[in-house]
């Protein structure tokens, strides 16, 4: 079975720093774009970050300049590193993989993580 796990959530205090992760287990090939969202309450999820395999990075422009999208393909493993953390970045933040190869040839499609709570306190 396949899984995304994200860690690294937590408070901080505005003008903070955090790294979340989001690993993906199992019988795993390949993994396409993988892309961070966030979901404050009573909002729409949103997109925050995305990364193709190769290492193309685009951004929301609410975070351009402070998120760093990163990732190791080797370790099927997504990075999202949050600087100058403001109180509206305050979220739970979902890892997302466009497509999932796996070592059975079954593709997997717009698999989600958890989420990991980021609050961010003024």
């Known amino acids: 079975q396949v899984q995304l796990v994200e860690s690294g959530g937590g408070l901080v205090q505005a003008g903070g720093s955090l790294r979340l992760s989001c690993a993906a287990s199992?019988?795993?090939?390949?993994?396409?774009?993988m892309a961070w969202y966030r979901q404050a309450l009573g909002k729409q999820r949103q997109l925050v970050a995305t990364?193709?395999?190769?290492?193309?990075?685009n951004y929301a422009d609410s975070v351009k300049g402070r998120f760093t999208i990163s990732r190791d393909n080797a370790k099927n493993t997504v990075y999202l590193q949050m600087n100058n953390l403001k109180p509206d970045d305050t979220a739970v933040y979902y890892c997302?993989?466009?497509?999932?190869?796996?070592?059975?040839?079954?593709?997997?499609?717009?698999?989600w993580g958890q989420g990991t709570q980021v609050t961010v306190s003024s």
């Open positions: 997302n993989a466009d497509s999932i190869l796996l070592h059975s040839r079954r593709l997997l499609t717009d698999y």
């Open positions: 990364i193709t395999t190769p290492g193309s990075t």
């Open positions: 199992g019988s795993i090939f390949s993994i396409n774009a």
